[in-house]
């Protein structure tokens, strides 16, 4: 598995940490949040990755890809 892959199964099991939408994975948050996001600034560092990515996601409606990984692939420690 590529570092690519471990990062799209990482993200399908992410929870948001803090906020409004706390400990909803971040697919699953409303698109008009992610997009507040865009608008205002992502957080720093490894959240804020995943943010960007779930945005261009959503952009191009492939929410359910990550939807997918996250059936197809339980959590683990990626």
């Given at each position: 598995m590529n570092q690519d892959?471990?990062?799209?199964?990482?993200?399908?099991?992410?929870?948001?940490?803090?906020?409004?939408?706390?400990?909803?994975?971040?697919?699953?948050?409303?698109?008009?949040?992610?997009?507040?996001?865009?608008?205002n600034g992502f957080?720093?560092?490894?959240?804020?990755?995943?943010?960007?990515?779930?945005?261009?996601?959503?952009?191009?409606?492939?929410?359910?890809?990550?939807?997918?990984?996250?059936?197809?692939?339980?959590?683990?420690?990626?």
């Amino acid at each position: 598995m590529n570092q690519d892959q471990k990062k799209l199964i990482q993200l399908a099991h992410t929870k948001m940490p803090f906020g409004k939408y706390k400990d909803w994975h971040l697919i699953d948050i409303p698109e008009y949040y992610i997009v507040w996001y865009k608008n205002n600034g992502f957080p720093k560092g490894l959240l804020g990755e995943q943010l960007q990515l779930v945005y261009e996601l959503k952009l191009n409606g492939l929410e359910e890809l990550i939807r997918n990984i996250k059936k197809q692939y339980p959590k683990k420690d990626y």
